[in-house]
């Protein structure tokens, strides 16, 4: 009898708690919201640097609206395009599983919503919780079209660090003081880079460094001794940067949607599309220090050398008396990294680990190498009105030499349900069309992509290992990578050219960061691992935005698996028609 009941005790301690953490799991899942916004995509007057331009906004706000949800909620947004341009949104790092009619870039999961008209986005955040954001995937709109969209984890989760007292979104972004649709415009016409940006700014105000802008300076007013968090976002069009705050220290503990193994630093360098987060104690004098931003540059190229500056003021700063001044003596200013520091860079996103062990796929169906780079196209009247680039060409840019070309009749996604033919093929090549020293002296006669239309077919399930080749064509240049539909695991990087034999036994499988946006090191190469799990066409693109007009991009169609749950949804019916 003693014996029965010293078997049973153990079953019935397993069963009752498998019984609550079913239980808690059902009520973390009743506590799931449906958020409905509308968004209202319009031109308003916003001033900067002195000047007054019609500039398109969400809601009249730029940036737009802060978006916060849980894990587990639904979001119903209506984008109701009252511009003069034709608009769709992305909401940057969501999954979407099954459901790439919200993800939002044009010609490829939807046609845009043209002038007039709406499309109302429905999704559904699924075990995704951190830092991310929501931008125009049309052109360059979301050079003033963005804002964060923040997920917290399900109620009753804690975050596995101290709670923050706080919590501030910072978003890095670019302001041109002309229209960036005619910065675009002009660029295509000449065929030349794009005019640099004239001021970065953070969440949307230049800073106290440039004209007409220390009135409107950003201020984040904070407590002696408490601990904040800072949601970092590079929203920027096209430029990598290193953050920093005056004389103190940072703690990044998440990056993108993933938990990160805790580490200090006192300066992070991100690029466009990514997000950091970090926490900051208020522990030093109290007193006014500047957070700022500036360029990480790691290309042959102009660029805006400027820095955008925001302030952490502490509430108990002394006066300093002066009638109009609040408080005390100048801001202390942070020391930042040189422009082409990539050493600090590269030191920093060397740090970045995930929180746990993860289960990284270590048996690989698909083994692609791409080549991700510029190029260049020959004019048959070099240095004509059109051909404004290097050497009488056209800038181009290309994976494996295939610079892709956006279709107009229909999107990817539509066309693929349609069974309509013509509009993309499905024979992107897993690897270059030739082996070249490809950060070495490359011949000239390989600098000229080709301009198609090409997607890469996987099956569902296939696991998948990328490996992003940075070229020297024109110049090396650390290009930010961001997959739509899915998140990877960062395997490894180098500099050089990538050696299968020597560098894959470097790999770290056991905590790698998950990222849905990594960089190339300049002149070198890095490495991904992902399981193909989500049906549909799914985006792969530099978040460079002149790479990406450029034609540095591919995209992966993941067929159907097997079932309702491993199967595109069907399409809304108020899909945008091209």
Not at 39 to 48: G, M, Q, S, T, W
Not at 135 to 164: D, E, K, N, Q
Not at 332 to 345: C, Q, S, Y
Not at 500 to 506: I, L, Q
């Amino acid at each position: 009898m003693e014996l029965l009941k010293l078997t049973v005790k153990p079953w019935s301690s397993c069963l009752l708690l498998g019984l609550l953490f079913i239980f808690a799991f059902l009520a973390s899942l009743s506590h799931a919201e449906i958020h409905y916004h509308e968004f209202v995509i319009e031109a308003r007057p916003v001033k900067r640097l002195c000047r007054t331009h019609s500039t398109v906004t969400v809601n009249g706000q730029f940036p737009g609206p802060t978006l916060q949800v849980r894990n587990g909620d639904t979001l119903v947004i209506r984008a109701i395009n009252r511009a003069r341009y034709n608009v769709t949104l992305h909401w940057h790092g969501v999954h979407q599983t099954r459901n790439p009619w919200a993800d939002g870039p044009e010609y490829v999961t939807q046609c845009p919503i043209q002038p007039g008209r709406s499309y109302t986005y429905r999704f559904t955040i699924e075990d995704q919780e951190g830092t991310l954001w929501w931008h125009a995937h049309s052109r360059w709109l979301r050079a003033t079209v963005y804002g964060a969209l923040i997920v917290y984890p399900r109620m009753g989760s804690p975050y596995p660090f101290p709670m923050p007292k706080r919590e501030i979104p910072i978003l890095i972004g670019e302001w041109w003081d002309r229209d960036p649709m005619d910065v675009l415009r002009q660029a295509l016409f000449t065929g030349g880079a794009p005019n640099i940006s004239d001021a970065l700014t953070i969440n949307g105000q230049p800073g106290d460094l440039y004209r007409c802008s220390s009135k409107e300076t950003v201020r984040f007013p904070v407590e002696a001794g408490e601990t904040i968090l800072l949601r970092i976002i590079n929203s920027a069009m096209n430029q990598e940067h290193f953050f920093g705050v005056a004389n103190h220290r940072l703690t990044v503990v998440g990056v993108d949607t993933s938990y990160t193994k805790p580490f200090p630093t006192s300066v992070i360098m991100i690029a466009p599309g990514q997000t950091t987060n970090v926490l900051l104690t208020a522990d030093q004098p109290p007193a006014r220090y500047y957070m700022a931003a500036h360029a990480y540059n790691t290309a042959n190229a102009a660029f805006d050398n400027t820095t955008t500056t925001a302030i952490l003021e502490y509430k108990s700063a002394p006066f300093n008396g002066k009638k109009g001044k609040s408080r005390s003596s100048a801001p202390i200013f942070p020391i930042l990294p040189g422009f082409n520091d990539t050493a600090t860079a590269t030191a920093f996103t060397a740090r970045i680990k995930s929180l746990h062990q993860v289960q990284v796929p270590t048996v690989i169906d698909e083994n692609l190498f791409f080549t991700v780079g510029l190029g260049l196209i020959n004019c048959s009247n070099p240095n004509s009105p059109r051909c404004q680039g290097p050497n009488g060409t056209r800038f181009a840019a290309s994976i494996n030499n295939i610079s892709f070309v956006f279709p107009r009749r229909n999107s990817l996604m539509q066309a693929y349900i349609q069974g309509q033919p013509g509009i993309f093929t499905t024979d992107f090549p897993p690897v270059p069309p030739i082996i070249f020293d490809y950060t070495g002296n490359v011949s000239r006669g390989l600098w000229q992509p080709r301009k198609r239309t090409k997607l890469y077919k996987l099956k569902f399930g296939s696991r998948v290992q990328v490996v992003f080749q940075d070229t020297s064509i024109v110049s090396v240049e650390d290009h930010p990578m961001h997959l739509h539909g899915h998140e990877f695991y960062v395997v490894g990087s180098g500099f050089g050219n990538f050696n299968p034999s020597t560098d894959t036994a470097k790999f770290n499988l056991i905590d790698p960061p998950r990222r849905n946006t990594i960089g190339t090191p300049p002149g070198g190469w890095v490495a991904v691992r992902f399981v193909a799990e989500n049906p549909g066409i799914w985006l792969l693109h530099c978040h460079i935005d002149s790479h990406l007009t450029w034609g540095l991009a591919m995209a992966f169609l993941v067929e159907n698996g097997v079932g309702k749950l491993q199967t595109v949804q069907p399409p809304p019916l108020d899909l945008p028609r091209c």
